[in-house]
Each structure stands twice: as structure tokens, then as C-alpha cells.
């Protein structure tokens, strides 16, 4: 029995009129069924109350101000999204069905998104008899709101239980910090007060490749957010963030100048994607980049502003496997960061060739040749054959 909820509208007479007659059958009982008490003495209500799925399941229109024909009512219902968790989907979602349908003649949502369930670390689902529930406020303390966010969303299937532990929560917290630190480098490097960049032009083939990876991650988050496929979107913007822009990008741009416009750009653009899944530290951003423009909550959802440019993708990654592979060799080998290798690639186009600035310059420490004298140590680097000097 609940001490608190809406109280069973039944009202029962205390006492028979003649005491004398008794109940015969068929005889109407002394009953009334309504909200207000019957006229006459002696009614008494029900002192039980109904569960608490009849209150919940009165919320999408009595929390606008219902029976009353208030703005908010008309305003707001019916809503269009609702997301709860599997498990109570006949307990809530279908008695908020029938009770909107009822009351007030609507169907409260089109769409019902649907969770799955919290559990530990060991799969087992959180309860106080085990003592294993995570409080999200002592998490938010030490870990911040924004890894809370993300460690509930990304890397679980749509619809299935997830688990949730301190070791996931911190790790999204590295990454919060990673964003802020890629933000907070590109804002130091800009030459002059940032404006807000709507269509950069490219200069170079790292600059062609960067705004086609960003105009795909683009179209694809927005893909998975219109499909509700929450944790597939924040993976694909995770991997550019990390992967592609601050990993090879940023590691150019400290090699090739001019680079303002489009560091902009791309930074007023993944905070936007961002927003929805890391709200707080984004606003920050947004807000110390562009102090003078709105709110990053309120700002236009970011545009894809050209199309996929498949040739800058290819060269690019011709020129990623080549310097991975020169990395991968000196690491096996223990070559010394100051040791320079000579460098010959066969078969390499005039498009590979006119990167070397980039070959050269990271984190590779070698000299391109366009013969293969001295060079005998054979590696494969995707499609191309390269080959360096003796390491020794």
C-alpha cells in the first residue's frame, strides 16, 4: 500500500438507513463512484489509493494544467517523442495511452524510444539488496556531467542493456579533456580573433581531405540522430575527433601554415555535433571562441557544405600508410629519433611525391629519394613498396 497517490474516488455509506431491513440480492449497494462526495450523510471514501501507475500514466496531459484548457495543453500536447526503458513499457507508456485517449481524446506520441537497462560491471542489473547502484551525482562529482552523458551512450547497442562502471566513466572523461585540449590548441594557434567560418577554401591536399571526412562524419551523425541510433553516431564523431582530426590534422597544421580558416571551421562545426552528448563542456568552448554570438544550444545544426571528394580521401590515405608503415619499421627496429633513413617509393604517383613536406615531416625522419640506391629494407605500406636504408 502507498502512503501517497490519488485517493480511490469510491465513497461508501457508513451506515443502512434501516438497520432492521437486510441486504436481499439484487439490492442496489451503497456505493457512489465519483471525485466529489454524494449528497446525504454518512459517505465515507476509500482510504486506499490507486498505484502508482495510474498517477504516472495521467502525466502527459495533468502536468499541462488539464481539465483545464490551459495554453500549455494546447501548446505541448500532444508531444511527439517519449523515451523510457523496455521494462515498464505496458505499466507507463500503454496506460498513458489509454488515459490521454480518455481524457482528452489524443494519442500523447508518435514515437516511443525505447532503452535498455543499467547494470554493473558484472552484467547484473543494479538493486539495493546488491548494494551495486552507481550514484550519478557522486559520479558527475568526480568524473564530470559530460563522461556521465557519454559513458551511458556511446559503445552500447540501441535498445540493449548497457553496463556502467568507474573505470568507462573516466575513460570518457580523458576524452573530454582530449576535446578541451584540441580546442584549446586550435584557439592558441589562430592568427587573429576567430569569426566564424561558413565555407573555408582548401589549399591543400590535407585540407581537401579533412573538410570531406568532416562533411561525411557530418551527414552521418545526423543520419544516426534522426534514427535515434544515439551510440553509432557519438562512435563515428568520436573516431574523427580523435583519430583523424587531432591525430594527422592538427600534426599537419603545425607543418603547414595558413590554416585559420579552416581550423575554424572545423571547430565551430564538432562542437555543434558534440552539443547533444557533451552539453556543458562544449558551451564553454563555444562561448570563450565566440563570445559575442548566441549560445551553442541554440545555434543551426552544421551543413554539409560540399561534396565527398573520393580523390583527396585515396592520396591521403596512400600518404597514411606510407608514414605508418616508416613508423611501424623504426619502432620494430629501435632506430633513433635522430638517425635519418633515406627513403625510396616505387611506384608512387607525382601526387604522393608533391607531399613531401609531409613524408618527411611526421614523426618520420626521412629523406625521400627518387632512386633506390642504398635503400634495402623492403616494407609494405598499402598498395606501394617502400624502401629505407639500413637502420644501423
Same mark, same amino acid.
Given at each position: ?6 485517493r480511490?474516488?469510491?465513497w461508501?455509506?457508513s451506515?443502512l438507513?434501516n ?5 436481499? /440480492?439484487n ?12 449528497v446525504?450523510?454518512?459517505w ?13 500514466g ?17 501548446t505541448?500536447?500532444p ?11 505496458f505499466f507507463?507508456i500503454?496506460?498513458?495511452i489509454?488515459?490521454s485517449q480518455y ?9 516511443v524510444?525505447?532503452h535498455?537497462?543499467v ?8 538493486? /539495493? &539488496? ?7 551525482l557522486?559520479?558527475?562529482a568526480?568524473y ?7 559513458a ?5 547497442t ?16 580523458n576524452?573530454?579533456?582530449?576535446l578541451?585540449?584540441i ?9 587573429k ?6 565555407n573555408?577554401?582548401?589549399k591543400?591536399?590535407a585540407d ?5 571526412r ?14 535515434f ?10 573516431d ?15 607543418i ?17 555535433l558534440w ?14 571562441a ?8 541554440v ?6 557544405? &560540399?561534396q565527398?571528394?573520393? /580523390?583527396a ?25 635522430e ?6 617509393i616505387?611506384?608512387? &604517383?607525382?601526387?604522393i ?6 613524408l618527411?615531416?611526421?614523426r ?7 632512386? &633506390? ?10 598498395k ?9
Amino acid at each position: 500500500q502507498i502512503w501517497f497517490g490519488h485517493r480511490i474516488p469510491v465513497w461508501y455509506q457508513s451506515k443502512l438507513k434501516n438497520q432492521k431491513s437486510k441486504i436481499k /440480492k439484487n439490492q442496489p449497494l451503497e456505493i457512489y463512484v465519483g471525485v466529489e462526495p454524494p449528497v446525504g450523510e454518512d459517505w465515507q471514501q476509500d482510504p486506499d489509493t490507486l498505484d502508482t501507475w495510474f498517477s504516472s500514466g495521467t502525466w502527459t496531459f495533468s502536468t499541462l494544467g488539464w481539465p483545464k484548457q490551459t495554453k500549455d495543453l494546447k501548446t505541448f500536447h500532444p508531444t511527439s517523442v517519449i523515451e523510457t526503458g523496455y521494462d515498464i513499457l505496458f505499466f507507463w507508456i500503454a496506460r498513458m495511452i489509454m488515459m490521454s485517449q480518455y481524457a482528452v481524446k489524443q494519442i500523447p506520441f508518435k514515437t516511443v524510444y525505447l532503452h535498455g537497462l543499467v547494470r554493473d560491471k558484472q552484467g547484473r542489473k543494479m538493486s /539495493k &539488496s546488491l548494494g551495486n547502484g552507481i550514484d550519478p551525482l557522486d559520479m558527475i562529482a568526480k568524473y564530470g556531467t559530460d563522461a556521465l552523458r557519454l559513458a551511458m551512450l556511446v559503445g552500447n547497442t540501441p535498445g540493449n542493456d548497457f553496463r556502467l562502471y568507474d573505470e568507462k566513466i573516466a575513460g570518457f572523461r580523458n576524452f573530454v579533456n582530449k576535446l578541451w585540449n584540441i580546442s584549446r590548441y586550435i584557439l592558441m594557434t589562430l592568427d587573429k580573433v576567430p569569426v566564424i567560418i561558413n565555407n573555408p577554401q582548401p589549399k591543400t591536399l590535407a585540407d581537401k581531405w579533412i573538410l570531406t571526412r568532416l562533411n561525411i562524419v557530418n551527414k552521418t551523425v545526423t543520419q544516426h540522430i534522426n534514427d535515434f541510433e544515439f551510440s553509432p553516431a557519438a562512435e563515428k564523431l568520436y573516431d574523427f575527433t580523435w583519430h583523424e582530426l587531432a591525430d594527422w590534422y592538427l600534426e599537419i597544421a603545425k607543418i603547414e601554415k595558413g590554416k585559420d580558416d579552416i581550423l575554424n571551421y572545423i571547430l565551430a562545426t564538432i562542437l555543434k555535433l558534440w552539443h547533444p552528448f557533451a552539453p556543458f563542456v562544449t558551451e564553454v568552448l563555444w562561448q570563450e571562441a565566440w563570445p559575442k554570438e548566441k549560445l551553442l544550444m541554440v545555434q543551426a545544426w552544421p551543413k554539409v557544405i &560540399s561534396q565527398r571528394n573520393i /580523390k583527396a580521401e585515396d592520396d591521403m590515405k596512400v600518404i597514411q600508410d606510407i608514414i605508418t608503415a616508416v613508423r611501424n619499421f623504426r619502432a620494430e627496429n629501435k632506430v633513433a629519433k635522430e638517425k635519418v633513413l633515406d627513403c625510396f617509393i616505387d611506384g608512387a &604517383s607525382t601526387t604522393i611525391f608533391d607531399q613531401k613536406k609531409l613524408l618527411e615531416g611526421l614523426r618520420t625522419n626521412i629523406k625521400l629519394s627518387s632512386q &633506390s640506391k642504398n635503400t634495402n629494407h623492403k616494407i609494405a605500406a598499402g598498395k606501394l613498396s617502400v624502401y629505407l636504408s639500413a637502420p644501423n
